[in-house]
């Protein structure tokens, strides 16, 4: 069976500070690993990792794939209040997304 | 924005009465799916479909069935609610890219007395 495992389960950190958050996986016939925000609805979709693209950026955000040791982290610098949310990792096997339980992320001012 | 909604939003009912939820799809995707979160557990899969009439179950199918008659719609049914169910409901429909990112609706809070 998938399966993915996020940590730390949460992080309190200030304004200003860097974070980054953990994501490993063990998945049949790996295709993609995703990363994913969630604030208070519905999870928005922030990067997609895949064999042929193994390090992405936008902004402040950062991620990379590691395929050989089977893990994925997330950067995020000089974090503001609106970074505050759940961050969701996901791997795609076959068809099926699996999701890691998030990391919740706290951003003092 | 993604053109894929969710109904009811919110919905309060009680142990024992049937509860559809319907998820309504503007991007004439193939692929959609049901998943519930709740605290520890993240997202998990309860059903999807691949296609109109073509449907597979999840982790955590027990007590749910779906069915998809039409492409833009696909229904999620608890046969009879219980305690256990209460939690919140998303749909999403695989996009376009590379792989298949996920897009979801605004999710449906049940909440099973």
């Known amino acids: 069976e998938d399966k993915v495992v996020q940590s730390p389960l949460s992080l309190v950190v200030h304004e200003g500070d860097t974070v980054t958050l953990n994501c490993s996986y063990e998945v049949t016939n790996f295709r993609s690993l995703l990363w994913y925000k969630q604030e208070k609805k519905a999870p928005t979709f922030l990067f997609m990792l895949t064999s042929s693209g193994i390090e992405k950026k936008s902004g402040r955000l950062s991620s990379i794939l590691d395929k050989k040791e089977l893990f994925s982290i997330l950067n995020i610098t000089a974090t503001q209040t609106g970074d505050s949310a759940i961050y969701l990792c996901?791997?795609?096997?076959?068809?099926?997304?699996?999701f890691g339980t998030g990391t919740r992320l706290t951003i003092i001012p | 924005d993604a053109g894929i909604t969710q109904s009811p939003r919110h919905k309060v009912t009680e142990t024992g009465t049937p509860v559809t939820l319907r998820c309504h799809q503007t991007?004439?995707?193939?692929?959609m799916y049901w998943y519930r979160q709740d605290p520890g557990h993240g997202l998990r899969l309860i059903h999807y479909s691949y296609g109109v009439k073509d449907t597979d179950k999840g982790e955590v199918s027990d007590g749910y069935s779906v069915s998809r008659s039409k492409t833009e719609d696909f229904l999620l049914t608890l046969e009879s609610a219980t305690s256990s169910q209460t939690s919140v409901y998303f749909c999403?429909?695989?996009?376009?890219?590379?792989?298949?990112?996920?897009?979801f609706g605004e999710g449906s809070r049940l909440t099973v007395l």
């Open positions: 996901a791997v795609r096997g076959n068809e099926k997304l699996t």
């Open positions: 991007e004439n995707h193939r692929y």
């Open positions: 999403a429909m695989t996009g376009t890219g590379e792989a298949g990112e996920l897009f």
